[in-house]
């Protein structure tokens, strides 16, 4: 990221004094003083959930490219370079067109208060409408209906993937009230696919469904998707396996090809296996193979994942049993996570535990903190090359607990 961008990042940052505030009246005013930019975008899949999100989002990009569109994109949040968070037209957002436009927001917002994330979706929208393309695919940041992705114009498809607990300060204590916030971007006569989804979950969404008259399809009844000996089936096409790692990712996959087939959009039937297989998303079940798999002794596997929350811990889970041979796990956490829930499902799996924490880690719990929510099994790393170097036998390796300790990873690899 240019120094450009970072100074007036610095500068958004001192205009509202809340990391999160969920409300929509700051941003269609700048938007409005902006002429609009959030109405004049390509057709949109709109993909909420707790986690998978991005993942659906990868092999929606991977598959429409496939077929030759032109496709934005839009997450968060980034891992190593800013630019991450907004693609145009297939390539990552340049450094003076990213300044640009947030010099533009800057300069249109006259100081008034506004989030970071408001402004960047702001930006996004700017860029998005300028720049032809026949897809536009956004990831809601957080919750659904107050999120700032929410301002724009009924999308193709709303998407949403699995919900678990996660953020509740914001978005509520229970699954009930976190799943009605994610339905919040399904559109009056719309049409919203999901996948899997516990029972709870799964009512708020056909509540709100049914509410806005929109169109419901759901895995299980609507839609399909099975694993194969040699990669997955939806509809009757044999597809490769995905080239996302993981159970979950099937179900993610699924969402994505129902979600482009619901669309109206032109994806022939040819651009499904390619597209699943070129999929590319950092920090989920990656493989490194850089400078600290060289830590560890020859013949050692190390992966990268950033799930943080307890769904996130249960995909993980998942993948632990499928693995054959025992999995030692460097956990890195958020302080404002659940870590004890977070461990439930992975210390019954998991060879050996370390507590890791990276000195550019953003808001991380303490080694001790970590310990001690996993009742004392952990041990300390304290980082992750420390950790890495504990390890005298070949080993798999499995990173995990937080996406802002994934970025710092992915940096020292």
Known sequence: MSGRTQASLDRLHKLYPKLIDLSLDRLLRLLGELGDPHLHLPPVIHVAGTNGKGS???FLRAIAEAAGLRVHVYTSPHLVRFNERIRLAGALVSDDALAQA??????VNEGNQITVFEAITAAAFLLFSHV?????????GLGGKFDATNVIAPPLVAAITSISMDHQDFLGDRLALIAAEKAGIVKHGGTVVTGLQLPEALAEIEREAALQNAKLLRRGRDWEIEETGTGLRFAGMQLPKPGLIGAHQAD???IAIAALRASGLAIPVSAYSPGL???EWPARLQPLRGRLLKLLPAGSSLFLDGAHNPGGALALAEQLDRWEGPTTLLVGMKKSKDVV????PLLPRAARVFAVVEPGQHLAL??????????????????VAGALRQISAPSRVLICGSLYLAGEVLKLD
């Open 56 to 58: 659906c989002c990868a």
């Open 252 to 254: 993610n996959a699924g």
């Open 102 to 107: 947030l010099d533009e927001i800057e300069a």
């Open 341 to 344: 829930a977070f461990f439930a």
């Open 277 to 279: 297989s070129r999929a």
């Open 366 to 383: 303490g080694v001790h903190d970590v310990i001690a929510a996993s009742g004392g099994v952990a041990l300390a790393g304290p980082d």
């Open 132 to 140: 032809p393309a026949e897809l536009c695919i956004l990831e809601v």
